[in-house]
């Protein structure tokens, strides 16, 4: 992964994420999101975005914080992983970033394991730190994606 470029980021809770915009980032608002019965817990369900089937996931789940009771207005954050469309529900939605090699630092060994598996690294800002993702990390961590 390449730890300069351009970043869209996001917040989910008090935490400031991005994820290059090379995987082909759009944003969106009030998606309906149909439940799927039995699947993973992170998956919030499905929608249909311009005929193409989007698996919408939501974040605090997967990251493992407590669910907000304004998660009905949530935004979706779209990307592309193996030839799937998906969507990220966060909470609210930032600026395109870009960031350059300097500002870059390794995962801090003493994240959470399960955070550390999602982050590859923080950028150090003017004013917060930017945890940057996988996003195949969080797709295959719940097994949707064949590694």
């Known amino acids: 992964m390449n730890r300069a470029g351009s ?12 994820i290059p ?3 082909g980032v759009e944003v969106t608002k009030g998606q309906e999101v149909t439940p799927v019965p039995l699947g993973p817990k992170e998956v919030a369900g499905f929608f249909n975005l311009r005929g193409q089937i989007v698996t ?3 974040m605090r789940t997967r990251l493992n914080l407590s ?3 304004n998660d009905a207005d949530s935004l979706s954050i779209f990307f592309q992983d ?3 469309l998906f969507a990220l529900l966060v909470d609210r939605v930032g600026d395109f970033t870009e960031v ?9 060994s003493n994240l ?3 955070a550390r598996e999602l982050i590859v690294g923080v950028h150090k800002l003017a004013d917060k730190l930017l945890l940057v993702l996988d996003t195949h990390k969080i797709v295959a961590g ?4 064949q590694n």
């Open 100 to 108: 350059t090699e300097q500002t870059f630092e390794e995962t801090p």
């Open 21 to 23: 915009i090379a995987v």
């Open 82 to 84: 193996q030839d799937h």
């Open 67 to 69: 669910q907000d009771p």
């Open 142 to 145: 719940i097994d949707l994606v």
């Open 112 to 114: 959470d394991s399960n």
């Open 7 to 18: 970043y869209a980021t996001f917040y989910v809770g008090n935490f400031f994420f991005g």
């Open 56 to 58: 919408a996931i939501n």
